[in-house]
């Protein structure tokens, strides 16, 4: 297990034992490869910088323009809280849809077939506009009396329009993705857990989901980054706070559309880079035990008591199946 | 745990009533006929062995008595209560999810291929199902967790992942598992056809310690040694039937029918 490890770390000195230092196959091609990259790179960097029309001193004015740190901010909420609302349904969704009640298998399956298969932005514009169709939410008895009433109008405002579109569209295809996740998991898990006596809803959530999150997280980050750039269809609702939306307000203001295409650009890759470091960490956490067992916490208490009660148990059958 | 103080005293008490009833169970997969009326009973404390070819339908008999397959036709009775069921005025009931989770407490599972679950510990896969079902207190069920590793001879390797284990240990923790659920009955589905073969050993040992301590097992195995040394009963199936079944040295011995001594001779 971590046998090879230790022969690279610590070679022991004096045992008289020869390690073998082996001269590496050479690659001068790769170097060669290198050296173009840069060259074009560094062109590429140069005309950039050169050409007056990138306007770079109007890229500088607004990176950090109130307005654009504000839509950055905005974009992220929408973001955030839409990607929130997507995976709770989604991980519902899924679970119906491997349900052993019909109701629910089929539930599920409508909603995905309808916020799937429905324009993002149609449902975005049908979200701005529900304060017209629907003037008043009201609470009371069926085809009876009513108890309460709002205006749909200030319950849902263009920031809960907006993140309720992008938020239910987007939980259609991860329910897809969840799904796959979830059935990926050998069917020996959900059998040995159930022979537990531990009831199906259980072990989707505790034994089934957790593996099957090896499976979903590269592609839902996938979706959350692909859903940082959806959020600029939110000019649909109408909303207008968000980057694309500022920016390019910004832009006709001041007739120069590229230095600020070029501010919303690295705010999107600014945040995408962000989202990438976390979603490092959340697939570490996910593929304890399978991917990174090295890193695993090996805890020395349990140990440590074992060893008081017996002699450890000779190294037997330890060098095999480990990783 | 099950345990009683005096090993196998089971195994002179013939007028104790049987903790497993099969009685003419039939079980089809579409059109194949995979049990074809079986017949068989374990009293409390027996170690049952069943031996017989691939595709006999002795998984799936224990798959039967533990639910995770419906039976066509017969009964399953453990500690006389109908496994699966629920008989009202001579028609069966389907149970509720609720209910053969219930059932499926009392009874410990093996499996060929061990399924543990690989994102938890040694420790955590054994104290998973009394902390989560039986709502144990975390510190009880690990120091319970900690007796049976003990007991199979893994207290060293609480905290390490099925993945760092052998396919032996792997094994032993599964048996520890299943054991913390304290279950009055321990399936076992060829617990040791997975492994190398040096790594056999440490497993049976485990299931010899288990049978001398009182516990009731079926245990569908292809080691005749095993069955020789440590059943009460020996079953062989064929095609979905049982062929022949009683003391296992006799058997193994002298074996009465063709297709059994056929078996035997190639196994062996």
Redesign the interface.
């Given at each position: 297990?971590s046998r090879a490890f230790e022969r690279r770390s610590t070679p022991r000195s004096g045992s008289g034992l020869e390690l073998i230092d082996a001269v590496p196959v050479r690659h001068p091609w790769r170097w060669v490869g290198a050296a173009l990259i840069l060259l074009i790179v560094a062109l590429a960097a140069q005309s950039m910088v050169t050409n007056p029309k990138f306007y770079w001193k109007t890229f500088q004015t607004y990176l950090f323009d109130v307005l654009v740190i504000q839509g950055v901010g905005w974009t992220l909420i929408l973001t955030v809280t839409s990607m929130i609302i997507a995976i709770v349904l989604a991980i519902l969704l899924a679970f119906m849809r491997q349900s052993?009640n019909p109701l629910f298998r089929y539930v599920s399956w409508v909603w995905v077939w309808f916020f799937r298969g429905t324009p993002v932005y149609t449902q975005l514009l049908f979200w701005g506009s529900i304060g017209a169709l629907y003037p008043k939410i009201i609470v009371g008895v069926p085809f009876g009396p009513e108890l309460l009433s709002w205006d749909t109008a200030t319950v849902i405002n263009a920031t809960v329009a907006a993140i309720v579109g992008l938020g239910l569209n987007e939980s259609a295809y991860l329910a897809e993705i969840f799904r796959a996740g979830l059935k990926s998991v050998?069917n020996?898990?959900m059998?040995?857990?159930?022979?537990?006596?531990?009831?199906?809803g259980?072990v989707m959530w505790?034994?089934i989901l957790?593996?099957a999150m090896r499976v979903i997280i590269p592609p839902t980050g996938n979706e959350t980054i692909g859903m940082l750039k959806t959020t600029s269809l939110v000019l649909a609702v109408p909303f207008t706070l968000d980057l694309t939306f500022v920016t390019n307000a910004l832009a006709s203001r001041t007739f120069l559309p590229i230095p600020l295409l070029m501010v919303a650009a690295f705010w999107y890759l600014v945040i995408t880079s962000v989202l990438m470091v976390g979603q490092f960490y959340i697939e570490r956490h996910?593929g304890?035990?399978?991917d990174n067992?090295t890193m695993?916490?090996?805890?020395a208490t349990?140990?440590v008591?074992?060893?008081h009660?017996?002699p450890?148990?000779q190294a037997?059958?330890?060098?095999?199946?480990?990783? | 745990m099950t345990e009683t103080t005096s090993p196998n005293t089971s195994r002179t008490l013939t007028d104790v009533k049987p903790l497993v009833e099969i009685q003419g169970v039939h079980k089809f997969f579409g059109e194949h006929h995979v049990l074809q009326g079986i017949d068989m009973t374990v009293k409390p404390g027996e170690v049952s062995v069943i031996i017989g070819p691939s595709g006999s339908g002795k998984s799936t008999l224990l798959r039967c008595i533990?639910l995770?397959e419906t039976i066509s036709a017969g009964r399953i009775y453990v500690h006389n209560d109908l496994i699966g069921f629920r008989e009202v005025d001579g028609k069966l009931h389907d149970l509720t999810?609720?209910q053969i989770?219930?059932q499926?407490?009392e009874?410990?599972?093996v499996?060929q291929?061990f399924?543990?679950?690989?994102?938890?510990?040694a420790?955590q896969n054994v104290i998973?199902?009394p902390t989560?079902?039986k709502h144990q207190s975390k510190s009880a069920a690990k120091l319970k967790a900690?007796e049976l590793l003990?007991m199979v001879?893994?207290?060293?390797r609480?905290?390490?992942?099925?993945?760092?284990?052998?396919?032996?240990?792997?094994q032993r923790v599964?048996i520890a598992?299943?054991l913390a659920?304290e279950p009055e009955l321990m399936l076992f589905d060829e617990p040791t056809s997975a492994l190398?073969p040096?790594?056999v050993g440490?497993v049976l040992e485990v299931m010899k310690k288990l049978a001398a301590s009182g516990m009731t097992m079926i245990v569908v195995t292809h080691e005749i040694g095993f069955a020789r040394e440590v059943g009460d009963t020996l079953t062989f199936m064929d095609a979905g039937v049982v062929v022949e079944s009683g003391n296992p040295r006799d058997i193994i011995a002298n074996p009465q029918h063709h297709r059994t001594q056929e078996f035997l001779s190639r196994v062996l």
């Open positions: 297990m052993d050998d020996g898990q059998e040995a857990a159930e022979a537990l006596g531990m009831r199906r259980k505790r034994i957790p593996q996910f304890k035990g399978v067992v695993a916490p090996v805890k349990a140990v008591a074992a060893a009660t017996k450890p148990a037997d059958g330890t060098t095999e199946g480990g990783k | 533990n995770l999810t609720k989770a219930a499926r407490r009874i410990g599972m499996f291929r399924n543990l679950f690989p994102h938890k510990t420790l998973e199902a989560q079902v900690l003990e001879g893994l207290s060293d609480a905290n390490f992942y099925p993945s760092q284990l052998s396919g032996g240990q792997q599964a598992r299943a659920m190398d040096e790594l440490d």
